[in-house]
Every structure is written in C-alpha cells, then in structure tokens.
C-alpha cells in the first residue's frame, strides 16, 4: 500500500459499556461513555485540528487548537478534555474557531524554524499538516526572542532531538510516562524558558535515564524527535506490518519502506501484543540485516582448519546432502541429528524436524528451548494437560497482584513490562496492582518511579523450590486456600496429598529461612497477598527453569496458583515469559525430540500413523537425543552430524568446553545463519541465512499468538530460510515442493489439532490468531483452562527441595548468575551488529561491596572468574543490586563467554541447564585467560574465506 | 563426567525428585522411557545398578527386564 499515516483519534480509547450518542457537525455518532468529543469526531471521520493530543497519551488541553463550539456551553471547550454526552451538539468547523485556531497556529509559527523544505519531516509533519488546515497565510508578529538556534542533540544513536522545533506540547513527556513507564523525560524551565530535558540539565539522550524506546519519538508532531535513518534517506513510501524478530512478547511493528529500503520500524497501533509500543531492540536495532558481515554465499570446507571456499547454492546443497548420505551410511542413521531455531519461522521450524524425522530417519532433533523454557513444557503439560500459558497480555490489566519470579520483565520483555508498570501504578483513580518480586538480585522493576514492590525476596540462588513450598506452606496452614476451586476443577485426593506436604513443620518459611535466606516474616506476608489480593497473576522467567529443579519450580508455580484458585479467569494465570521471538512456536512445531507438532509423544501410535500417512514414510517410535545427549554421543565418537539452524550453540550453551568437544569431534556441522557465529568456527559447511525482514511465515510469541511475518525485501542470499531447507531435502531424496510458506501451515494445520484452524488467509484477516484454533474456538483462545483444565482434574505435584549438586566452597565461595540486559538480545549476534554497543559495549560482573573489598576489587577493574568448568576475565562493576555471595553477568558478547564458566549440570527432568548457579571464585586480573586467547586465535583463523584466483 | 557418569547422575537426579510420587519407581522408569534416547537407556543398562540410588536402581531394572523381556 502507499504510505499512509497510522490513524490518531487523539485521545485513548474508552472502555466503558455504556454508549453516549451526540451530533457532531449535523452528524449523529455514538461512541462508548467517557470518549472525548474529539475522539469521538475522529471515529466518525471528522478531523479537528490538534498538536498536543495523541492517542497513545491521556489528554493534556495545552495547545488549544482543537478548540469547539457546543450548543448550551459557554465560549469554546477543548474537544480532548471535554468528554461527550447524551444529547450533546457540537460544530467542529466556524468562522469563529477558524479565527481562533489561526491566532493560535500564527504564535506557534511565530517560534518555529521555516525551514519545511529541507526538514526531515517535511511530508509528515503535524505543525505543518495544522498550519495547512487552519488556513496559516501570514505570520505578523515581528519576534525578537525565539527558541531557534539552540544546539541539537545528536547523542542517541538512533534519533535527533532539535529543541529548536520543539513546540513544547509535552506528548514526548507524556509518552514517557505513560506508555513507556520511565518517566526520564521532563520540562525544564517555565514559561517562555520552558525546554524538554532528557533528565538533568546536563544529561543528553544518551547518557540519561532514557532507554531509547522510541515513544517519545513516534509522539513527537514535528521534527524535533525524529529518528536518523528519516533524516538519512527520507520519508516512507510504503508500510508492510510485520512481526519483530527479537523477544517473546511478539511485537507487530509496521516497517516503512522506500523501494526495498527500511528507513523505520514503526509499532503498529493495532498489534494486539503490543498495542503501538515497543523496545530500543525492535524499534531500533535492525542495521544487523544489512551489517557488512552478514555471509550471502554458501561456503564449505573439507576440515575446520581449512579456510572456507565460497559456492554456488547448487554445489553447497550437493555437498551437503552427499556427506549426510555418507555420514550416515557409515556410522547408522542415528549419528546425524539437528536443531531448530526460535528466531525463524514456525513454517522453517516444522520443515527443520520434518527433514530430521522423516529424511535423517530419527528423531534425534532438538531446539533452544531445551536450555530455556523446555521445563515450562514439562511443567505445565504435567499439572495443567498443556505447555501453554494461561493467559493474554491483556489480561495484566485486571490483575491485583502480579508475582514476578525468575524473570526481570523491565530487560528481558520490555514491551510488556511496560503494561505491566501501567497497571501498577494505577490508572484514572484506579489504584495500582500490588507487586511481589522473587529474585536474588534488586531488578528494576523492585523499584522505579511511581512504582515499589510490596516484598521483594531476595532468596539464595538455587532455592525457587523451597521458597514456593514455604509460601504454599503459609496459604495451606493459614487457611487461605480456594476450597472450592480445587474441589470443582483439580483432583482432591492429590491435592490433599500436596497439602499434608506442604503443611509439615520443616516446610515452613522460619524453618526455611537459613536455606533461603528470605525473612521468614516478609515471605508469609507476601504468601497472604498473593493469595487474598484479589485476581493473582504469576510471571516468570528463566530464572525459574535454568535450574536443576527448573520444572520442579514450575510444577510449585502451577500448584500454588490451582491452591489459590488463580486460573481460567482475566486477571490470573502462569504466565512463562518466553526468552525468544519464536520459542513457543519451536515448541509446539515438534522441535522437541521426545514429540511431535502440537506437543503429541512420540510413541502414540495414533498420532505418528497420522504424519506416517502425510508424509509416506516410517517414523521412528523411540525418542532422540537432546542437545546435551547429542554433545555426548559426540564425544562418544557416535554422532557425526548435525544441521544447526539460526542458533549458536556454542556461545549460549553450558559449559562451553564440553560443547567445543563435541563440535569437534563430528565430522560434518551445517551452520544455517546470518553471520560466521561462534558455532561455525567447528562448522564444516555454511548455508547463509536470511531475516524475518526477507521472509514469509509466522512467529508465536509467550501468550500463544500467531502473527505475520511479511517479506519486506529480497533476500540478500538469494534464498528464504524455508526454502534452503527444501533445497536440502530436495537433495536429499525427498519429494517436497512447497511453493510458499502458507502450504506448510496448511500441512501443520492438517497433522495439529491446536491449529486446525490457521491458515495464512485467517491470519490477514484477523491479524493474529492465539491457538488453540479449533472448531470450537475459530477466533483462537485468549486465556487457557477457562471451564476445566485441558488435562481433565488440575494435578498438585509433590515438589520437595532437592539443593542442586553445585556446591560453593572454600575455592568457589561465590554463586554466579547469569542473565541479559534491555540493549543486548541472547548471544548478541544481531544486537552487538548494531549501535546499540553504546549502550553495551562489554560483558560487566556485577558484585557486591563486601565481596568487592574482600578481594580489592574496583568498578571497572578486571577480574578473573573462575568455576569449576573454566575461566574467564571481564570487567567488574561494584553495586549493592546483588546481594553478599552472588555475583552476576551477561552473556552477550563472545569474548567474555560467560558458559565458559557454567556447568553441565541440568534439570533432572528436561536437561535444561542450570545456568543460574555455578559456584565460582574472583580474583584481580590483568588480562585475558590462556582459553580467551586460545579462542580468539581459533576464530580468527577459522573465519577465514580463501579469495578465488582472478580469471585471465 | 563421562557420558555413563552422567546418566547414571541424572537417574539419580530424576529418582531424588521423583522420590515423592505414589509410585517412585514406575514414574522413574516411565520418565526415563519417554524421555531418553535407545542408546542412553542401553547404555546405563549395560552399566549395571552401580553408583545407583534404590530408586533408580529399581527403575533401571525393571526397563531393563521389560526390554529383555520383549
């Protein structure tokens, strides 16, 4: 379509039952109680001029220019802050607002640089759009003192800020506040001093609070705001929506185009995840698709210490399936395996375990979820019947009480973190949610502006199980349990036995406390606010299931909220904070190695006949191996092969040493990606990838939603990632021949009960579909479990603490957790390609005063870290955000490589590693360990590309 | 760890946290049928019951009869 704006009604929408009909302009209209009368005008396709009202943002009435006229009423009310009613006649349009509206459009023009020819957002400008429609001809005033001149901000890597156009509307102010939650920005000065700060008088952009979400931007009418791409190459020509590729909350962005240029990523105003906001990531971070070390063209080398030599796709694909063919002639079907990917498609990832099933003729496939949210899956399908979250982001908008475990919403989900501060600080005199926040470390959402959790219990690193057992401990005994609840929906007798466990002496939070170190008196009052605040929502991240008991934790969150009767209702829930743009949709593709699509075992013998007859051939019944079983039997010396699709394996797994092992002892890895990540230094054959902005398909974000990914421009590599997959498959033997992504979905829909009903035309016209999709829910299902649980009787498990196996000592005193930042995404293969290094530059180990002082440690000096796995150096930052004994970092950049220092130790039901307990020890350093160096020679010659002879 | 340490820590892992279901032993032996691979499983039934705890020992025996027994 050619470009066209997104509407602005102006104000936000009202939610109100009730309707109101008035006349506006001699039309009737009738629109839900509380909308403003120029919401209520847009609705109806009547536009009053306006500068300071959006609809992201609550009104404001500064700029009177929306200025009206309403029969009984005297003088000329602002249409944004006049709130319709019954009956109400209101002239949008007369000689006398003309003359207002003009007065008033001739001061703000008097102040404001002439320069639309030249400005970058000459075409798309609000004041100029307002000029034109009052009429603006002249401006009269003789000005002596203006604003214009002032120095620009150019310090934020992705946006301007010009005060000179400033017209100090504030809607970047309020953005801020209200859809971002940050509240950074301010007004500096008063009256005619008045100027927008980005906090302190001396903080630019950069260096303040701001986390350059880009709502400021897309509020701001001029061009004072506006981002450096537009100023770069121009306006938009064209807008595609699409789906970001970046984290689990799935945010719809429309991406502007000019020809097959992205000049900017725009939150789409509809996007049901996100509701017209979005992240520095999503927004922002996107130069990576075009970076100059992104590979185009096939690549193979005979052994790891060749440099690689550039082919033709047909020879790649040749070469390729001739040593899997080899491979698997010599050492059995069942030395070759592969792994899916969470950043690509939900088509591309049922192609990947469709190619390993039925083509390698095992089962030996797996995805990344195996080291995040695989104990989610677990966890969920043993209590509740299915993985799935409960609920909609929606939902948080109902909710009393949100408890935050294991996950640090504000980095990890930002988007969504921002609804969830919107619901915390209370709204139009609704009062706030109440917030409970479970982690080792002070994350920001414990405290921020407007906002301060009600307990914050910082418990020892390893001990989720016994802290939920203690709380579930406090809700059984004091009697607060929803009896009546657990009598209808869950099985009695098994929650009896739970109870009766919970309730023994030695699971109470005092007799708990030395193990978890969390107050005793702070965790029974948390317990009892969860479980009579109202509606109680649990979120939760990794910090739950990288551990040994991670589905252990996961099973204790579903017990307790079936204990406290919060679920199958708005408001309520488990809700897993997915780690990956596309992790659900991995998981339910049958990426897992023990299942099919739609989360069905492998040995059902109803469902593999199903696929058996799709696909003509025999399935193997017995499950495969996952990674860490794959890296062993490499080691073994009895897996040879593997096809590793958009993850890097070796910079995010544990224990980086035993993965490099295992790489380098198989005979052919097939790294399908972007960029030469840290994998593809033991890579044999390199297929290049391409991004979610050159590809068809669908992404499933945390709450189960379907949404879009539209190809936006030509895949620089020639090829779609589904259809290098075909390709292989192709030459491999099998007879595919998919002529668009919608015909794997159809074939998904087909073989997968949960999405009988998705097709790609369902999802254009509905824009997202959250699965189950069924006869029975054509339109999808927002939350889970709303009449019974889909496994019958919600199941209590047992779930007694079993302290991990990682012990600290007198050599390693510390526990090290790992986590990420709001900048960086995973192992920063995209992020680190963009400018948000301004950010994040660097790996830092946070740790704590007392441990600092212990050992002389310094902020920014560098320290040795050191496990029982390995070691490595970084720089330290000293701060009270974690506690005495835990330190903290991130695992973003491949020099540190933050898992060179993790364990191989794991869930004891999923294998998912235990990322977030590894006993270490600090100590002053001077450079880079024997390992970093070793590696950084390793990469450099294994990223080596022979250059062809020149032909004569 | 080698790989049959490593199995035989997670049946121990697997058998401590299941230790508390009504029936410890089936629900070890039915985890371990689900979710490993034919080569783990024949490996740790070669490898015997050392180093097991009760538990798993139980559960890797009776997987090991019901294999032999099909």
């Not at chain 1, 929506?241 to 984290?247: D, F, G, K, S």
């Not at chain 1, 475990?405 to 915390?424: C, E, Q, Y």
């Not at chain 1, 939603?705 to 779609?720: A, D, H, S, W």
């Not at chain 2, 180093?51 to 009869?65: F, R």
């Amino acid at each position: 379509m050619t470009y066209q704006p997104q509407n602005d009604f102006g104000t936000p929408e009202s939610r109100s039952d009730e309707t109101v009909s008035l006349t506006i302009d001699g039309r009737n209209v009738t629109v839900p109680a509380g909308t403003s009368v120029m919401r209520a005008a847009a609705e109806q396709g009547t536009s009053i001029p306006k500068l300071c009202a959006t609809d992201s943002v609550k009104s404001f009435g500064s700029c009177r220019l929306c200025l009206v006229e309403i029969d009984g009423r005297r003088g000329t009310p602002a249409s944004c802050t006049t709130p319709v009613e019954p009956g109400m006649v209101v002239r949008t349009q007369t000689p006398h607002l003309a003359k207002l509206r003009k007065g008033v459009m001739e001061l703000y023009i008097s102040d404001h640089p002439l320069d639309c020819l030249t400005c970058a957002a000459n075409g798309d400008c609000e004041l100029q759009d307002q000029a034109g429609a009052v009429g603006l001809r002249d401006v009269r005033y003789d000005v002596q003192a203006t604003h214009l001149g002032q120095e620009k901000d150019h310090s934020n890597p992705y946006f301007d800020f010009d005060p000179s156009k400033c017209i100090a509307c504030s809607r970047c102010i309020r953005a801020c506040d209200e859809v971002q939650g940050t509240l950074a920005l301010t007004m500096e000065g008063r009256g005619w001093d008045s100027k927008i700060s980005a906090g302190l008088a001396s903080d630019n952009f950069l260096e303040s609070e701001c986390v350059s979400c880009g709502a400021c931007v897309q509020a701001c009418p001029t061009a004072t705001l506006v981002e450096k791409k537009v100023v770069e190459v121009g306006t938009p020509e064209r807008s595609v929506v699409t789906t970001c590729a970046y984290c689990g909350v799935g945010c719809t962005f429309r991406a502007e185009m000019r020809g097959e240029q992205l000049v900017r990523m725009v939150p789409y105003k509809d996007g049901k995840a996100n509701r017209g906001h979005s992240c520095v990531k999503g927004r922002f971070a996107w130069g990576y698709a075009q970076h100059q070390e992104r590979i185009l063209k096939p690549m193979i080398r005979k052994s790891i210490s060749d440099p690689w030599r550039e082919v033709e796709w047909d020879e790649a694909f040749a070469y390729t399936a001739s040593e899997l063919k080899r491979i698997s002639a010599k050492y059995g079907r069942n030395a070759l395996g592969g792994i899916t990917s969470s950043r690509c498609t939900n088509e591309e990832t049922f192609l990947v375990q469709k190619l390993i099933r039925a083509g390698f003729g095992n089962n030996n496939v797996d995805t990344c979820a195996r080291v995040c949210h695989s104990p989610t899956g677990y966890g969920l399908k043993t209590t509740f019947g299915t993985s799935a979250g409960t609920q909609d982001f929606d939902s948080v908008e109902d909710t009393d009480v949100i408890l935050i475990i294991g996950a640090n919403p504000t980095d990890g989900h930002p988007v969504f973190a921002s609804r969830m501060k919107r619901r915390l600080r209370g709204q139009d005199g609704r009062p706030g949610a109440k917030l409970i926040v479970i982690d080792p470390r002070r994350t920001d959402i414990v405290r921020s502006p407007h906002i301060e959790a009600q307990h914050h219990l910082p418990l020892r690193p390893g001990t989720n199980v016994a802290v939920l057992t203690a709380m579930a401990h406090v809700i059984v005994t004091e009697g607060l349990a929803d009896e009546a609840f657990i009598r209808e929906r869950c099985d009695w007798d098994e929650y009896s036995h739970w109870a009766e466990f919970v309730s023994q002496a030695r699971n109470s939070p005092e007799n708990l406390q030395p193990v978890t170190l969390v107050d005793a008196e702070e965790l029974r009052a948390a317990a009892r606010l969860y479980a009579t605040g109202g509606n109680g929502a649990i979120y939760y991240g990794l910090g739950v299931t990288e551990h040994s008991q991670g589905s252990s934790t996961v099973m204790a969150i579903a017990n307790l909220a079936m204990a406290t009767g919060n679920i199958g209702r708005r408001g309520v829930g488990v809700n897993p904070l997915r780690g990956q743009n596309n992790v659900q949709g991995a998981c339910d593709m049958g990426s897992f190695p023990h299942e099919l699509a739609g989360y069905r075992h492998i040995s059902d013998g109803n469902t593999r006949k199903l696929f058996e007859d799709d696909w003509g051939v025999t399935l193997d019944p017995e499950p495969g191996l996952r990674i860490p079983n794959m890296l062993d039997a490499a080691v073994d010396g009895v897996f040879k092969a593997l096809y590793c699709q958009g993850e890097d394996i070796l910079q995010s797994d544990p224990n980086t040493a035993h993965v490099s092992a295992g790489l380098a002892a198989m005979e052919c890895v097939i790294v399908h990606d972007l960029f030469l990540n840290e994998t593809a230094n033991y890579a044999h054959i390199f297929l290049p990838g391409s991004t979610f902005l050159e590809k068809n398909g669908t992404f499933t974000n945390a709450e189960r939603r379907i949404q879009p990914v539209r190809k936006v421009m030509t895949p620089m590599n020639g090829l779609e990632d589904w259809e290098v997959t075909q390709r292989l498959a192709q030459a491999m033997g099998l007879d595919w021949n998919y002529t668009h992504p919608s015909e794997i979905m159809d074939e998904i829909a087909r073989l997968t009960p949960t999405f009988a009903g998705v097709s790609f035309a369902r999802l254009d016209e509905a824009g997202s579909l959250q699965w189950p999709v069924t006869a029975d829910a054509p339109d999808g299902s927002p939350i889970m479990h709303v009449d019974g649980f889909v496994r019958g009787k919600g199941k209590f498990v047992v779930t007694d603490y079993v302290p991990t196996d990682e012990k600290t000592g007198p050599r390693f005193p510390l526990l090290l957790t790992t986590g990420r930042i709001l900048s960086q995404y995973n192992v920063g293969a995209q992020t680190r390609r963009t400018e948000n290094v301004a950010w994040h530059p660097e790996d830092l180990l946070e740790i704590h005063p007392v441990d600092a002082e212990d050992r002389g440690v310094k902020s920014g000096d560098w320290v040795k870290l050191a496990s029982r796995a390995g070691e490595t150096t970084l720089r330290a930052t000293v701060t009270d955000r974690v506690a005495p004994g835990v330190v903290y970092t991130t695992f973003h950049h491949a020099v540190t490589q933050a898992n060179v220092v993790t364990t191989d130790f794991s869930d004891w039901a999923t294998n998912c590693p235990e990322y977030k307990v590894t006993a270490v020890q600090i100590s002053a350093s001077n450079g880079p360990t024997e390992w970093q160096e070793e590696y950084e020679a390793l990469s450099t010659r294994s990223r080596r590309v022979e250059t062809g002879i020149a032909a004569e | 760890m080698n790989s049959v340490e490593r199995l035989v820590h997670m049946a121990n892992q697997i058998a401590t946290n299941l230790a508390t279901d009504a029936a410890p032993v089936a629900a070890v032996a039915d985890h371990i049928q689900q979710f490993w691979d034919p080569r783990m499983k024949k490996m740790i039934f070669a490898h015997g019951t050392a180093g097991l705890s009760p538990i798993a020992a139980a559960a890797i025996s009776l997987l090991a009869d019901a294999q032999n027994g099909a």
